[in-house]
């Protein structure tokens, strides 16, 4: 076991990706060491969004690994770690869990947790990376700006609607954290040995809105149009079909965004 074999755990940081950027800066944790945190006070998401989590409530970590592998290989990295986190979500919530591309995981249509990976490449290849990840576990209510939030609580039924005040048994957050690092390590395995195209399969296969017409705000041109989900190509680019031009194009984060209704 890698991810996992050493453990910092803290009451409070302002972000365990930052933490763990500062650790490097000045030694070098053992691979795979674990950054915890029961409270982040400026949590990130991605393009420098905050990740909203009430303490002691969520799971807020980041994971050291030194992958030495191109850097045009990274989306093997945003690949194994989403389908963990997909994974640790469906052991314990029976509903239709996918991944929203590039790295969030989705219950039907709601945000149930989220991924920032954070890269350190020297010439082509990627020197170290932080795997930071977000899971909403015992959350029972998220501010009105965060519209289309959840978390394993209330998707379990742990909780009262329409307030989603806590109801019944929550979550432990010990055994959640336990299952998530066993996935992390099963499917860190698997990327290291499966072809890329077949990493790729088992990625689209959980992908959100897969083989769908929906909108898509693109930042070039600050427009919004429709276009069907395609897949992502090698390098974990969006592949979406046009049907008013009948073409595939591919785009990264910093193109395009899935806008959700």
Not at 19 to 38: C, E, M, N, Q
Not at 161 to 187: C, R, S
Request: one cysteine or more; a neutral charge; proline letters at 3%.
């Amino acid at each position: 076991m890698i991810i996992g074999s050493a453990h910092l755990d803290y009451l409070t940081l302002a972000s365990t990706n930052r933490f763990a950027l500062t650790l490097l800066s000045k030694t070098r944790p053992r691979a795979g060491t674990v950054i915890t945190a029961a409270f982040q006070s400026g949590g990130e998401g991605q393009f420098g969004r905050s990740w909203f989590g009430s303490k002691g409530t969520n799971l807020c970590l980041s994971v050291i690994l030194y992958p030495r592998i191109p850097a045009g290989e990274q989306f093997t990295l945003s690949a194994f770690v989403a389908l963990a986190l997909r994974d640790t979500v469906v052991h314990f919530i029976d509903k239709h869990i996918t991944v929203k591309w590039p790295n969030d995981i989705y219950v039907d249509d709601r945000k149930i947790g989220g991924i920032l990976i954070q890269n350190s490449i020297s010439g082509k290849s990627i020197q170290n990376a932080i795997i930071g990840i977000g899971l909403n576990v015992n959350e029972s209510s998220f501010p009105e700006h965060i519209p289309n939030a959840t978390s394993m609580a209330i998707e379990a039924g742990h909780t009262r609607n329409p307030d989603h005040d806590l109801a019944g048994p929550t979550f432990e957050l010990d055994i959640v954290m336990k299952k998530l690092i066993e996935f992390l390590n099963d499917w860190h395995e698997r990327a290291k040995n499966l072809p890329l195209e077949m990493l790729k399969k088992q990625y689209v296969n959980h992908l959100y809105k897969y083989g769908e017409v929906c909108a898509f705000h693109n930042k070039e041109i600050d427009t919004t149009t429709s276009a069907r989900i395609m897949g992502v190509d090698d390098s974990g680019r969006l592949l979406l079909e046009f049907a008013d031009v009948g073409r595939i194009e591919a785009y990264s984060l910093n193109q395009i965004r899935h806008v959700i209704v």
